[in-house]
């Protein structure tokens, strides 16, 4: 429980939107009965870092989405004070799919509450040989030309709601649909923990890499992953066929796709990924072409406040 001497700092998004701007003052109003709290607004890294050099002792609660959280915890990562780091998470995203997985309200009064009297639980962290960390999953293959179509729809659904509930959340199904229609098939080799799971002779519809188990907005993509068990979780699917394609849309939405006898479902301490170029999205964020990535877990590496 957040003593009531105990400040916050509460960093968003400057470019949310009008409807962001008001769940936040309901959850503000919220905090601002226990403790005193500082609002900072950022658009670029450099005003993030620039927020993070003042935080001081005062928690850190990120008002935004996955995008969101992992600007945070990057920044955070390259300044080397992860580690001590105790953040807090007001999910104001489209699809919030960290802060599902690990059992975050999405009601933004209820997740304020569970900021005051949650309890600090350290959390995993995925890394690649670049330094770049994922807070959430990496995929690659048909599973990142998903998320580049669903950031198009995700954008123009935003806009709309029915009853309060944001449409944009349908960007990723749609994005999938569009993908199993005309996937990238690539040929990778996979090795989990130094083992060769499969090879280039094999072609891969997506690789996926889960610290946590949801993405594009509730799609439990690795669904068994849980961010503090000290493993990643790894997806394959072979489904390259049309047919197959089609039953692996039709599981993937189920949530039992890891189930298929095409579909590879393990877990590790380290990925590595190579062969044709292939794009990723980790964390939402779509880059590439690569040609080789490898990411490895370490375990415990910040604390986040859950219920």
């Known amino acids: 429980m957040v003593a009531a001497m105990d400040p916050l700092l509460v960093i968003t998004n400057s470019d949310a939107g009008t409807s962001d701007e008001q769940q936040l003052e309901s959850a503000l109003a919220i905090l601002r009965e226990r403790t005193s709290v500082e609002v900072c607004g950022t ?19 990120v008002a935004g989405g996955d995008g969101s ?20 998470l007001l999910p104001l995203g489209t699809g919030n799919d960290f802060a599902r997985g690990n059992g975050i309200p999405l009601d933004i009064e209820e997740a304020a509450k569970v900021v005051l009297h ?14 770049e960390i994922v807070v959430n999953s990496v995929h690659a293959g048909a599973g990142a030309q998903a998320s580049r179509r669903a950031d198009f729809w995700k954008e123009r659904l935003h806009r709309f709601g029915v009853g309060g509930v944001n449409l944009g959340k349908l960007g990723y199904p749609i994005g999938a649909l569009l993908a199993a229609v005309k996937p990238l098939h690539v040929r990778l080799r996979v090795e989990v923990d130094g083992e060769v799971v499969i090879d280039y002779d094999e072609p891969v519809l997506m690789v996926a890499v889960g610290n946590g188990s949801n993405v594009g907005g509730g799609t439990e993509l690795t669904p068994e992953a849980d961010a503090r068990d000290g493993l990643m979780d790894v997806m394959v699917a072979r489904a390259v066929g049309p047919f197959q ?27 590595t990924v190579d062969g044709e170029e292939f794009y990723c ?4 964020e779509v880059y ?20």
């Not at 590439?288 to 219920?307: I, K, Q």
């Open 288 to 307: 590439g072409p690569e040609r080789r990535r490898t990411w490895r877990l370490e375990p415990a590496a910040y604390s986040l406040v859950l219920p």
């Open 281 to 284: 999205s980790a964390d939402g």
């Open 69 to 88: 959280m992992h600007a945070v915890v990057a920044a955070l990562h390259r300044r080397r004070e992860l580690s001590e780091a105790v953040l807090g």
């Open 43 to 61: 658009s670029d890294p450099g005003e993030l870092d620039g927020v993070l050099h003042r935080a001081g002792s005062r928690r850190i609660v």
């Open 245 to 271: 394609r089609v039953g692996y849309l039709g599981a993937l939405v189920r949530g039992t796709h890891h189930e298929r006898d095409d579909v590879i479902y393990l877990r590790g301490r380290q990925v």
């Open 118 to 131: 949650g309890r600090p639980r350290r959390m995993d962290l995925i890394l690649d040989e670049v330094g």
